[in-house]
Each structure stands twice: as structure tokens, then as C-alpha cells.
């Protein structure tokens, strides 16, 4: 495994890599300490996960998970010292699959670590279930693909595991907690935020409106409900 670490603080940086090297075996980390340099070894080095400090020189971290994101999906887990929900939901909408705040204990650290990479991996959900259709909507179990009027959604794995959960249980309200537990994992139970975030990227790759919604309503103070459209 790959891990390339985004911090321009040598202290966290050594022991970062220090718990990384105790905790994976045949892990490799790389460094970079500034925006661009990181920019360079996503693209060159294709990493598996990138830790992303959001206080770096120059080019904060969110410019570079936006930058990123213009070119890869690879998983990112932004570091920062600011313990604020709104930056929190600000990097998860550029695209974050998770946020961890200085200082961090490193076996949490970890644990997140394994959360994201698990969220990567889904045999789980392959299925020879008949594909779901739904309007214009197609979603195929066995290819795990979805369809929006023939044209392939670009969806990243947490937002089709979250689709996915909803679709298999239609005309039912999911509740935020089992939504986080079945998608995220039994330790984000709390992280409501999270799925908010991801149901307004879903909705905005279905051409959803909360308001009106055709597919994703919004079950008030409980989740989620996938809808038939009329």
C-alpha cells in the first residue's frame, strides 16, 4: 500500500510515518510539503490513500483536494487543526471521503485509515439482482454501474454504496444512523453531516431537487427515502 502525506510539519510527518510503519505491513509513505509537490506525486505515484493537511503553504488544502479531484478519485482524508463543521462539510463537498482534527490520537488515525479503504471495497454488493429501473434511472447490481437516460454516472464508491442502500430498500426510510452504519461503518454513527453531504452530491448527479424531489426525499429529523418517481 501506497500513502502519500501532505504536512510541512517535519514532527508530524516522522510520526505519522512512524505509526504507519508499525500498524501496515509493506506500507510506503511518501511526503510532500506543499500543494504542488503533492499535486506531482498523486499524478506520478498513483497512491492509495492521501493524509491532506489543510494549513500548507501556498496552496491551502482544499485547492488541492480540488485540484485532485479534477483528475483522480483517489480517497483523501483531510488533517486539519481547525475543529469547525463548516470547514468539515467544505471538504467533504470538494470531494473528502473523511476529516480527522489535530491533535489526533494516531490509532484513530488508523481506524479511519481502514474505514475508507474498507468503504473501497465492495464484493459485498455485487449481486445478480435484476437491475433497478426506475424512470430514467438504471442502476446494475452486477456491473455496479449507474445509468441517468443511458449516460454512465460517475459516481465514487461511497456515493454508490450509499445509492445502493437506498435503492435495495425502496419506498423505506433509512435513518441517518443506519445509513452511516451500512456505508460508512459503526464508528461515523454520529457523523450525520456525512451523509447530508453525500445525499446533495447524489442528488446533484441525479439532476434531484430536494424540494420537488423525483428520487431522494427527505425524511425530516429521521434520513432518507428513495421514491418512485410519478
Known sequence: MKILLVEDA?????????GMMLRFREVEILSAGNGERALELVELELPDLVLLDIGLPGMDGYGVLREIRAFSDVPVIMLTAQDSTMNKIK?????ADDYITKPFDHLELLARI?????????????SRTPSFRSGELTVDFSA???FLSGVRLNLTPTEYKLLYHLVRNVGQTQTYGTLLARVWGREYINEVDYVRVYI???RSKLGDDSEQPRYIRTERGLGYRFIIPK
Open 10 to 18: 517535519p514532527d508530524v510527518i516522522e510520526a505519522i510515518q512512524l
Open 91 to 95: 471538504g467533504l463537498e470538494l470531494g
Open 114 to 126: 481502514r474505514a475508507v479503504l474498507r468503504r473501497l471495497d465492495m464484493p459485498g454488493l455485487m
Open 144 to 146: 455496479q454501474e449507474v
Open 200 to 202: 446533495r452530491r447524489l
